[in-house]
């Protein structure tokens, strides 16, 4: 069988008697001609490894073999496997069907080289796994991660706006970070409760060293847990004032008012 003759993936669903549990987050994405878009704005696969998280049911995962990637799925529930396992024989050895907890997986491991991620991602692990990636020892030439709307607009927010924070700053200072599509709750089944939105970063070059990334984690967290405070009081335990005047920063700034090279300076600085 090759990918065309493929039932639709509601009808796999149906023979395979699966449905989404919310214990594991899961909203499936079921429309080929959304899935299909996602794997374009994810650049030009053909021939190029992805890994791919929580694929459940293979929408995203069929798109991605359509256009030509080498796909490492990994996908934690069982269930899902018979239904994948259809996929990768029609792939025609296209597809690695890994059964694991992405965030305890080797990327480096499974890609055997350089690798993107394109992934809908479960919305209880989305935000750490994007951390792992950010911060990791392994790097992604790319990712196109999709999150719930408001964790993707957290993550490409300007400076001095409502969403920008922690996690904006700690992305935009490692990668190009740009909303390439929203989604609304209709395109999943089940719809959850809030929209989607898909996220490409892009790492930048060249990347910031290990030891400036651990700082700026360091630096963020305590900025941003004390967003109301200025800095002198909320980086105390990191040099306060001392600090920010060493970065250049006015120590009677609050957080969201420094942008993301303010940020490195202060990382810098410690």
């Known amino acids: 069988m090759s990918l065309d003759a493929l039932p639709p993936l509601r009808e796999s669903l ?38 791919e998280v929580g694929p459940g049911p293979g929408g ?11 796909v490492v799925a990994v996908e934690k529930d069982p269930r899902f496997l018979p239904l994948l396992e259809e996929l990768g024989e029609a792939s025609g050895g296209a597809l ?17 080289g350089e690798a993107l991620v394109v992934a809908n991602l479960p919305y209880n692990v989305g935000t750490p796994l994007l951390i792992k990636w950010l911060t990791g020892p392994w790097r992604p030439t790319s990712m196109s991660l999709m999150f719930q709307k408001e964790v993707a607009d957290r993550i490409a927010a300007p400076v001095d706006s409502n969403a920008y924070g922690r996690l904006g700053v700690i ?74 005047e060493r970065a250049g920063i006015d120590p009677d700034a609050r957080a969201e008012t420094i942008d993301v090279a303010g940020f490195l300076r202060l990382a810098r600085a410690l």
């Open 14 to 51: 149906e023979q395979h008697g699966l449905l989404a549990r919310k214990s594991f987050g899961q909203h499936f994405l079921l429309d080929l001609n959304i899935t299909r878009k996602i794997a374009r704005l994810a650049g030009p696969l053909d021939g190029r490894t992805v890994i």
């Open 60 to 70: 995203l995962t069929r798109a991605l073999l359509e256009a030509g990637a080498r």
């Open 96 to 112: 690695t069907l890994i059964q694991a907890d992405a965030l305890k997986v080797d990327e480096a491991q499974l890609a055997g």
């Open 171 to 244: 992305s935009q200072a490692i990668c190009r970070c740009q909303v390439v599509m929203d989604l609304p709750a209709r395109a999943f089944t089940p719809p959850p409760k809030v929209a989607s939105a898909v996220v490409r970063l892009d790492p930048l070059d060249p990347a910031p060293e290990k030891a400036l990334v651990t700082a700026l984690e360091k630096v963020t967290a305590a900025a941003f847990g004390q967003r109301r405070k200025m800095l002198r009081s909320s980086l105390k335990q990191l040099g306060g004032g001392t600090l920010c």
